[in-house]
């Protein structure tokens, strides 16, 4: 499965529900983006995704770093 948002093929499954397995998230490794597979194709498929939040290499590679989250 290919990203929605930059289109690489290095995703994961990160879950699936509890009950039924009704929904699942899925992870990019490569630009981070996370999606449950129940919502809209406009955030599911790369072909539907819009052009406005693509992202490609060049523009990851130059986005700065953000910080960890502090533990509690």
């Known amino acids: 499965m290919n990203c929605p948002r930059c289109n690489n093929s290095d995703t994961e499954k990160l879950v699936d ?10 992870k990019c490794n490569h630009c981070l ?5 129940t919502e809209s194709e406009e955030l ?26 502090a533990k509690r």
Do not use: C, G, Q
Not at 17 to 26: E, F, G, H, V
């Open 17 to 26: 529900a509890p009950k039924d397995n009704i929904w699942s998230i899925t």
């Open 33 to 37: 983006y996370t999606w449950r597979n």
């Open 44 to 69: 599911t498929d790369n072909s539907a995704y819009p052009d406005i939040f693509k992202l490609n290499d060049d523009i990851i590679e130059n986005m700065k770093v953000s910080p960890p989250l």
